[in-house]
């Protein structure tokens, strides 16, 4: 069955760093988008980051571009996020999706992230 998995959520100190994986099985990887969310309590899931399926194309939101990095590797299923000089508002939920079209959506069931002192 389709599965999405992250992992590498945290606790990590303002400045710090960490990278999300996630790991995908039951469908074609390398034939859809990864895209990173973030949600945070009382507010919208919001698209931090997307990579086509070749991985040859990228976008961030403002509120991480320079600070944030996708990635992607077809040959083992994975996708990743590294996110470097966090902020207390990166804090959330952290899940990626693939894509496909406008008719295929694949959640993973999250990574908590939290950015404190």
């Known amino acids: 069955q389709v599965q999405l998995v992250e992992s590498g959520g945290g606790l990590v100190q303002p400045g710090g760093s960490l990278r999300l994986t996630c790991a995908a099985s039951g469908f074609t990887f390398s034939s859809f988008g990864i895209l990173w969310y973030r949600q945070t309590p009382g507010k919208e899931r919001e698209m931090v980051a997307s990579?086509?399926?070749?991985?040859?194309?990228?976008n961030y939101a403002d509120s991480v571009k320079g600070r944030f990095t996708i990635s992607r590797d077809n040959a083992k299923n994975t996708a990743y996020l590294q996110m470097n000089s966090l902020k207390p508002e990166d804090t959330g939920a952290y899940y990626c999706?693939?894509?496909?079209?406008?008719?295929?959506?694949?959640w993973g069931q999250g990574t908590q992230v939290t950015v404190s002192s």
């Open positions: 990579i086509g399926s070749t991985g040859s194309t990228t």
């Open positions: 999706k693939a894509r496909l079209g406008w008719s295929k959506n694949y």
